[in-house]
C-alpha cells in the first residue's frame, strides 16, 4: 500500500508475520470483521479490547479496518484469549466448519426459555430453518427470515421446497452456537405457513423486512409462518 504505513504499537505488540505465515493461515480480510463482532458480542470497546490484549488501540483499529492486515501469529493468540475465541475464528479459518465442533463446558447449564425470551431472540434477523412435509418425507431448508408482526417471514420462488411450506403445519427453527465458550441457543417454532397473495401485503413486508434471500434469483414469493407454539433452550456456562 503505496504511501501508508500500520500504525505501531508498543512492546510485544509489534509483530509481523512472514510471508509465509501468512499464506499457511490463508487471507486475512475478515479479520476485522471478526474481531470487531466478538468485541460486540462480548460488550468489549476496542480500547478494552486493546488495553487487555497489551497494544495501542491505533494498531487494534489498523487490523479491524484494513482488509489487507496480516499480524503474527502472536497477536492473534492474544486477541483470540482476549475475545474467549480461538485463531481460526477469527481468521476464518473455520468458516467451512460446522457449529458446535469446539468442546462443551466444563459445567453447562441448559434453561427452558420462555415465549418471551424465544420471540426476542428470533427477532433479529437472520438464517433459519423450516421444516416441509413432501412425498418422500420430511425436508428441511435454510432460509433468510425476518419477523414480522410476531410472524416469521420469507422469500422463495414458486417451486422451491420453502414454498412447498404454504398452506401447510410446519416447523422453523433458529440458533446460535458459540464454540468458543460452549454456549448457545435454539428457538422451535411451530405453526402454519401460507402463501402471502395479496400484493398490498406482499408490499408491506418488502419494506418492513430485513435483507435479500443468499440464494439470489428472482424470490419475489412471500411466506409468512403464523406461530401456535414457541419454545426454546439455552445453554450457558
Known sequence: MTGQTAPETPGPAREHAPAEAAQERGPLGHLGRHLARRRADLGLTRRETA????????????????????????????????????????TGGAADLPPGAGPAARVPRFTELT???CRVLLGTHGVGR????TGSGPVIVPVNYSVVDG????????????FRASGCRVAFEADRIDDAFGEGWSVLVRG???????????????????????????????????PLAVTGRRITV
Do not use: K, N
Open 51 to 90: 488495553a487487555l490484549a497489551g497494544m495501542a488501540p491505533s494498531y487494534l483499529a489498523y487490523l479491524e479496518e484494513r482488509p489487507l492486515a496480516a499480524p503474527g501469529a502472536g497477536v492473534l493468540g492474544r486477541l483470540a484469549a482476549v475475545l474467549h475465541t480461538t485463531v481460526p475464528e477469527l
Open 115 to 117: 415465549e418471551a425470551e
Open 130 to 133: 423450516v421444516a416441509v412435509e
Open 151 to 162: 410472524d416469521i417471514v420469507f422469500r422463495t420462488a414458486p417451486g422451491t421446497t420453502a
Open 192 to 226: 402454519r405457513a401460507r402463501a402471502v397473495t395479496d400484493p398490498d401485503e406482499a408490499g408491506r413486508l418488502a419494506e418492513q423486512a430485513h435483507g435479500v434471500p443468499w440464494a439470489g434469483g428472482r424470490r419475489e414469493e412471500w411466506v409468512r409462518i403464523e
